[in-house]
């Protein structure tokens, strides 16, 4: 082969992967969007004295603060726990610190996050909750 064959073969070749690249990054990025946007449905971002906190509710009754595990925000919560919204229990779903629209405040510790637990009871007037099969209190936590 050649060496200007040899040239236009890498070019070619540089240029399809390039190309696919580009596509992967524009589909990537596109189907990001698409799940901010599903995750978000429902859910509002409460100003609280913590900081703002996403939030979900759903239900009315018995309050029940969800809070999800690694890899997902309210939109977990909701996933794992919305049925119970049909029986009698508010569901109060919320995204920890660093989650879809929830920042990361210069203090992410447990006791901090116990506090934003507080914080967001607080804003949405509720003084008992349950979580985990214990009833909370602000008191509790503090």
């Not at 203090?107 to 909750?129: E, T």
Request: with cysteine; proline share 4%.
């Amino acid at each position: 082969m050649k060496p200007s064959m040899r040239w236009s073969v890498l070019a070619l070749l540089a240029l399809v992967l390039v190309g696919a690249l580009v596509l992967i990054g524009w589909r990537f990025n596109s189907d990001m969007a698409q799940a901010r946007a599903h995750a978000a449905q429902g859910a509002v971002l409460l100003q609280t004295r913590c900081g703002p906190i996403e939030v979900q509710a759903a239900g009315t009754g018995v309050p029940l603060l969800v809070v999800h595990g690694s890899g997902g925000g309210h939109d977990q919560g909701m996933a794992f726990a919305g049925a119970l919204a049909r029986h009698g229990i508010r569901v109060i779903a919320m995204s920890r610190f660093g989650y879809l629209r929830t920042p990361m405040p210069a203090d992410s510790s447990a006791a901090a996050q116990a506090d934003a637990h507080v914080c967001l009871l607080d804003a949405l007037g509720i003084r008992r909750a349950s979580s985990s099969g214990r009833r909370c209190t602000s008191r509790a936590i503090r």
